[in-house]
C-alpha cells in the first residue's frame, strides 16, 4: 500500500466515528503511524485529500471506458463504489463547508471535466457532446 493510500485509508477509517471537519492532519497521521510532514509531502490539506479519496476510484472507473467495458458496468461500479463508501462520502460533503468548501467544488470539476474528455476519447458517448 502507498503512503498516499495509507493516508487515505486512515481518514476514511476516522471519517466513519467522526465528522470530517472535526478530523485534523494530527489525527490522520496518528491513526496510520505517518507523520505531518509526510501527510504534507503529498497533501496540501484534508480537502486535497478529500478530493484524491473521490477522484482516483471515480478515474479508474473512467479510464476503463471502452473495449470490452461498458457504459453500464461503469454505472454500476460506480454505484458499487458510492455504496461502499456511502458513510464516508455523505460525511465529506456535509461537512465541508465554508472556505474549504473548494473540495467539493474541485470535485465536481474534476469529474466534469475528466468525464467528458474520457468519454470522447473512447466513443463512449452516441448522444453527442452534450452527454456530460
Known sequence: MTTKELLAKSFVELSNVKSVDKITIRSIVDN???TKT???NHFQDKYDLIVQIYAAPVKNI???????YE???A???FLKYFAANRRFIINAIK????Q???SSIMFRAYISRHCESSLR???ICRFGSKCC
Open 38 to 40: 509526510t501527510f504534507y
Open 95 to 98: 461537512n465541508t463547508s465554508g
Open 32 to 34: 496510520c503511524g505517518l
Open 121 to 123: 476519447e473512447t466513443d
Open 75 to 77: 454505472i454500476v461500479d
Open 71 to 73: 457504459l453500464r458496468e
Open 100 to 102: 474549504n468548501s473548494r
Open 62 to 68: 473512467i479510464n476503463r471506458l471502452g473495449s470490452d
